[in-house]
């Protein structure tokens, strides 16, 4: 079976520009959380979406933004990027959402530099 | 809210000493407990985790942990361990309901070495 697969997985940016990284979960998996992790903050929750729906969110302003499709894939957008948003971004996918300890099952990441 | 500390940034062992790495946490609510490892260039791989029941957990190499509610605690160990263990380590955790969103600690680095 088939992990979670990330794309790009590495990509550089410059500032003020716009980017767009793709995750896709595992077969039959529907739910997808994504987090961002850097040396300074360590591993932060950015959203969760679930049947295409976003279910939970972090502490991110609205330039992060994601979405889910039919097919259970997700993208996540980040707008206006600042240096600061150089970071490991880390997608995770688990059967459902809800029921305690639905084991989550992470992708290999996509490293984002913002020159 | 909930948080997570993990006391130690670094944690370096010889190969086949035991091992702990120690990890806090805090919340108003019932919690679920996690241990993670990271490989360089890689994501994180679930060792173990802790929902209900039995405070000792038993999960993937050899690792196992202990929950302590009264010391709100979550401490891993390993009896022996090896140079491939060498890696990150993170304590998560998640609070009944929102069971997706994970909190995680800052990490430790264990380093083992001949």
């Known amino acids: 079976k088939a992990g979670v697969t990330q794309t790009p997985r590495y990509l550089i940016k410059t500032r003020g520009q716009q980017v767009t990284l793709s995750c896709s979960p595992i077969s039959g998996h529907r739910s997808v959380s994504w987090y961002q992790q850097t040396p300074g903050q360590g591993l932060q929750f950015l959203f969760e979406?679930?049947?295409?729906?976003?279910?939970n969110k972090g502490n991110f302003p609205g330039r992060f933004s994601g979405r889910q499709f039919s097919n259970s894939r997700s993208e996540m957008n980040v707008s206006t990027l600042e240096l600061g948003d150089s970071a490991l971004y880390l997608c995770?996918?688990?059967?459902?959402?809800?029921?305690?300890?639905?084991?989550?099952?992470f992708g290999p990441g996509t490293r984002l530099t913002v020159l | 809210a909930q948080s997570v500390t993990q006391l130690d940034s670094q944690v370096p062992v010889f190969e086949e000493a035991p091992v702990e790495l120690r990890c806090n946490y805090s919340?108003?609510?019932?919690?679920?407990l996690f241990w993670y490892v990271q490989y360089p260039n890689q994501g994180l791989q679930l060792l173990l985790k802790y929902l209900s029941g039995s405070t000792l957990v038993k999960g993937i190499n050899g690792f196992e942990a202990e929950f302590n509610k009264s010391q709100t605690s979550f401490h891993l160990r390993k009896p022996s361990v090896h140079i491939s263990d060498t890696a990150e380590y993170f304590c998560a955790v998640s609070a009944s309901g929102t069971a997706s969103k994970l909190t995680f600690g800052t990490g430790t680095r264990l380093q083992v070495t001949l």
């Open positions: 979406y679930f049947s295409e729906t976003q279910r």
């Open positions: 919340s108003s609510v019932s919690v679920y």
């Open positions: 995770a996918s688990s059967l459902l959402a809800g029921p305690p300890g639905d084991e989550q099952f």
